[in-house]
C-alpha cells in the first residue's frame, strides 16, 4: 500500500520532480533525506493543545467566512458584477491556498508527529507557490477593475465583458504553473545530505535552502527572481491602477462622490496591504536578515490571518455585501425551520 502511494504521489509531481526524487538517492554518494522534521511550535509544547484550537477555529472561519462570500457572490442577482466574480474566485484561491499547509499544521499539533516526506514537502512548496503566484496576478486583475471601474466607467461593459473577466482569471491561475514547478524542481534537486530539521511550519524555500549541502546561491537568486516576477510586478500594476484612481476621484466635483468611490477601494487596498507586506519582507529581503522566529511570524500572517480577515473587511466595508448577506441568512435560516 504505501509503495502504491509513494507512486501515486510521484506521478502527480511530473516528469522534473520525479525524476529529481527518484534520482537522487544514487547520485554523488550523498545521503538521501527520505523525510524532513517541521520544527514549528516545538519550543512551545505546553501550548500545542491551545495552538491547535486557535488555528483550528482560524482554519474554520477561512472556510465559512470564505465559503460564504462565494455563496453570495454566485446567487444573489445584485453582486453578479465583474468586481464581486473576481471576489468570489479569491475567496476561492484563499480557501485552496490556506488548505496546502494549515491541515499539516493541525496534524502535527495533534499528534506530535512533526516528520513530512521528501515527496510531500516539495508537493506542498509547489502548491504554494503556484497558489500564492495566483493571488497575486488576482489581486493585480482586481485593481484593473477598480481602474476601469472609476476612470474608464462608460467603456467598463465593454472592457469588463464576461469573456475577458473569464480570461484574466484563468490567466491568474494558470500563467504561473510552468515557472513555479521549475522553481521547484531546482529547489529540491539541490542535495540535503542533514541536517533534516526546517526551523519552519511547513515547506517552503527560504528555511529549505539552509539545509541544502554545497553551494545554493544561484538557487537563491533564482527564488527572488521569481519572487520579483510575482510580487514585485503585480504589486507596480496595483501601485499604477490606484495611483490613477485616486488622481480621478480627487478630480470629482462632490463630496458623496469621492467617498462612494473611495470605499469600493477600501477593502481591496486593506488585503493587499496586509498580503503584500509579509509576503514581500520573506522573499525579497535577503538571507542574512531573515530570522527563523519572524519568518515563521509573518508566514503565518499571510498563509492564516490575512485568508481570515478577507471575508470580514470585504463584508464590514461593502454595503452591497451586507445587503446580500441580510438576504441570505433569513432565507437560510426559515429553510432550516421547515
Not at 499539533?109 to 506542498?124: E, G, M, N, P, R
Not at 473611495?262 to 525579497?284: A, K
Request: hydrophobic fraction near 50%; include cysteine; charged fraction near 15%.
Amino acid at each position: 500500500m504505501v509503495k502504491m502511494l509513494m507512486k501515486i504521489t510521484l506521478d502527480t509531481l511530473g516528469d522534473p520532480l520525479r525524476d529529481t526524487v527518484l534520482r537522487a538517492p544514487r547520485e554523488n554518494n550523498l545521503t538521501f533525506l527520505a523525510e524532513f522534521v517541521l520544527l514549528g511550535f516545538s519550543d512551545l509544547p505546553n501550548l500545542h493543545g491551545f495552538l491547535f484550537g486557535v488555528f483550528l477555529v482560524i482554519y474554520l472561519c477561512i472556510l465559512m467566512g470564505n465559503g460564504l462570500l462565494i455563496v453570495i457572490t454566485k446567487v444573489d442577482p445584485s453582486l453578479q458584477t465583474p468586481m464581486y466574480f473576481f471576489l468570489g474566485n479569491f475567496s476561492f484561491l484563499e480557501i485552496c491556498y490556506t488548505s496546502v499547509t494549515i491541515p499539516k499544521m493541525l496534524a502535527d499539533l495533534w499528534s506530535q508527529k512533526t516528520t513530512i516526506s521528501f515527496v510531500a514537502c516539495a508537493v506542498q512548496t509547489c502548491f504554494l507557490y503556484i497558489l500564492g503566484g495566483a493571488e497575486c496576478l488576482l489581486l493585480a486583475v482586481m485593481a484593473y477593475d477598480r481602474y476601469v471601474a472609476i476612470c474608464k466607467p462608460l467603456y467598463y461593459p465593454l472592457i469588463m465583458n464576461n469573456k475577458i473577466c473569464i480570461e484574466l482569471v484563468v490567466a491568474s491561475w494558470m500563467i504561473g504553473v510552468p515557472i513555479l514547478i521549475e522553481e521547484t524542481y531546482l529547489i529540491f534537486s539541490l542535495n540535503f545530505c542533514g541536517p533534516n530539521k526546517i526551523n519552519h511550519i511547513f515547506c517552503e524555500a527560504p528555511p529549505l535552502l539552509k539545509l541544502a549541502c554545497g553551494d545554493t546561491y544561484k538557487i537563491e537568486v533564482s527564488v527572488h527572481v521569481i519572487a520579483l516576477l510575482f510580487v514585485l510586478i503585480p504589486f507596480l500594476l496595483i501601485f499604477t491602477s490606484y495611483l490613477k484612481i485616486i488622481t480621478t476621484i480627487l478630480k470629482l466635483p462632490s463630496t458623496s462622490g469621492r467617498t462612494k468611490a473611495f470605499s469600493t477601494c477600501s477593502s481591496h487596498l486593506m488585503v493587499v496591504t496586509l498580503f503584500y507586506g509579509s509576503g514581500s519582507i520573506v522573499y525579497l529581503q535577503p538571507r542574512s536578515f531573515q530570522s527563523a522566529e519572524s519568518g515563521k511570524v509573518l508566514s503565518l500572517f499571510y498563509t492564516t490571518v490575512t485568508p481570515m480577515l478577507n471575508p470580514v473587511i470585504y463584508s464590514l466595508r461593502n454595503k452591497d455585501v451586507l445587503a446580500a448577506l441580510r438576504k441570505l441568512l433569513p432565507k437560510s435560516i426559515g429553510s432550516l425551520n421547515n
